[in-house]
């Protein structure tokens, strides 16, 4: 009986933990969050990439062997940092190892080749779906304390004439007859319906699937800071099963297809403050796998904290989704800036009944913007309605808090996209909040539940929901 009492007490103290209201979670839950990401730290010993043979300013010449072995000795040494001098690194892929700090100097550009050749095939995810593809530019595996800092840049290389057509749109360069993810996305998404063994799941040439920019799989304590990240070719930070993360001081500019700024998978205790985002996708989205992969891994995004940001163009500013059948919970956005006519959304939530999982407590206060074309606030669970997907998984939205956020212009002020057979979306709380330039007004389909406002103003006049 005391056990079963026990279980019962513990219940309750979950389920009022993850309804909490607003102002409790910020002075609670924030500073818990906040207090246990920890940057990394590392011994006092330095590497420099051209002891191992690098040669900056030559095309002809690929220098990750170089710096893989540079950064190979000092893992094995007992850590420290890796120098790239200033100067052009033409190169290859590059995998982080343990207690290492790989370092750009002021001047000091990594620029990716595009030749498929040098990239050899490892385990990772392409939008939710695990699968093995060629290796991200950067990359990690199951490493910890680890670091890409400095204030040099690093470019994917991405353009129409490289990377950007293997997406399959004319308008990026692609031509019929080209090799496209039309065929490696379709692949997967067949192998993730299917269940095939993850093992099985091997692309290559012919399924024109780009990588990511930086992807850490599996790693703790994690640090990127100070770096310019352009041209990616598909996702730009990529941190996949990972904890404690911090990306701070980060400037994104990426405007290739699928360009997303930052996109924690599966992490948990993410830290983004003070970086830059000017992206031709999200620039932030936070995800926990697709449909049966994510599933399957049932592991959620978690604790997650943006802050002093400032977004320009992009599909959504901060966002969850659209690969988040893990679930999601606790969120906290404070202090950021956003304003372009190319920004659609500011907060946007988009998931579909193929995913399946919760997301909740989403705490957002004190953002500014100028314009967004579509929505301040975007909850959608009617996204990508001919995904291939088996679709018994309907998804929860609830215990979303805005308060504070100020629009000069938009379409709509709240725009929630639900279903007409049941409440998936509830809890919506809107408080001290000024959007003016609203052409539309708000626009609600199907069943919503719990949807409030506390001096909510639309174009200067107060409004209730």
């Keep these: 009986m005391k056990k079963f009492l026990t279980f019962l007490l513990l219940a309750a103290v979950g389920l009022q933990a993850s309804a909490q209201d607003a102002a409790t979670a910020w002075k609670r839950v924030y500073p818990e969050i906040?207090?246990?990401i920890q940057a990394p730290r590392f011994r006092d010993a330095t590497y420099d990439?051209?002891?191992?043979?690098?040669?900056?300013?030559?095309?002809?010449?690929?220098?990750?062997?170089?710096?893989?072995?540079?950064?190979?000795a000092c893992s094995r040494d007992g850590g420290g940092t890796v120098i790239v001098p200033a100067g052009v690194w033409h190169t290859g892929p590059i995998t982080l190892q343990s207690n290492v700090n790989l370092r750009l100097e002021e001047g000091a550009r990594l620029l990716f080749t595009?030749?498929?050749g040098q990239y050899p095939v490892v385990l990772t995810r392409w939008e939710g779906i695990d699968c093995y593809n060629y290796q991200p530019m950067i990359y990690a595996y199951g490493a910890e304390n680890i670091a890409l800092t400095g204030k040099g840049t690093v470019d994917g290389g991405g353009s129409r004439e490289t990377w950007w057509p293997m997406c399959g749109a004319k308008h990026y360069g692609w031509v019929e007859g080209m090799h496209s993810q039309r065929q490696g996305r379709r692949k997967l998404m067949e192998w993730n319906e299917a269940q095939t063994p993850v093992e099985e799941r091997i692309l290559g040439e012919t399924d024109g699937m780009r990588v990511q920019l930086i992807n850490l799989h599996s790693c703790k304590n994690i640090l990127i800071e100070g770096v310019t990240l352009v041209r990616s070719a598909f996702w730009v930070i990529h941190p996949l099963l990972c904890e404690n993360v911090t990306v701070r001081d980060v400037k994104v500019v990426n405007d290739g297809p699928n360009g997303d700024g930052?996109?924690?998978?599966?992490?948990k205790n993410v830290l983004i403050e003070r970086c830059y985002f000017d992206t031709g996708d999200d620039c932030i989205a936070i995800k926990s796998g697709r449909n049966f992969d994510g599933r399957r891994w049932n592991v959620p995004s978690e604790n997650i904290i943006v802050r002093d940001c400032r977004m320009k163009n992009g599909h959504g500013g901060v966002v969850i989704g659209s690969e988040i059948s893990g679930g999601y919970r606790n969120l906290f956005v404070e202090h950021c800036e956003m304003d372009s006519p190319l920004l659609d959304r500011v907060i946007r939530i988009k998931t579909n009944n193929g995913r399946g999982g919760v997301i909740e407590n989403v705490y957002?206060?004190?953002v500014k913007v100028g314009q967004c074309r579509e929505a301040v606030l975007k909850i959608n669970l009617l996204y990508e309605p001919s995904e291939i997907c088996t679709r018994n998984y309907p998804p929860i939205v609830r215990n979303v808090w805005l308060d504070r956020v100020e629009c000069s212009k938009s379409r709509f002020g709240i725009a929630l996209a639900g279903y007409d057979d049941s409440v998936n979306i509830s809890d919506i709380h809107l408080s001290n909040c000024s959007w003016t330039g609203v052409e539309r007004g708000n626009d609600i389909i199907g069943k919503v539940g719990n949807v409030s406002s506390k001096n909510l103003k639309i174009n200067g006049k107060k409004v209730k929901l």
């Design 34 to 36: 906040l207090q246990s």
């Design 49 to 72: 990439i051209r002891r191992y043979g690098a040669v900056a300013d030559d095309e002809k010449h690929l220098n990750h062997t170089a710096i893989n072995a540079a950064i190979g």
């Design 114 to 116: 595009f030749d498929l």
């Design 262 to 267: 930052c996109d924690p998978e599966s992490c």
């Design 364 to 366: 957002v206060r004190n």
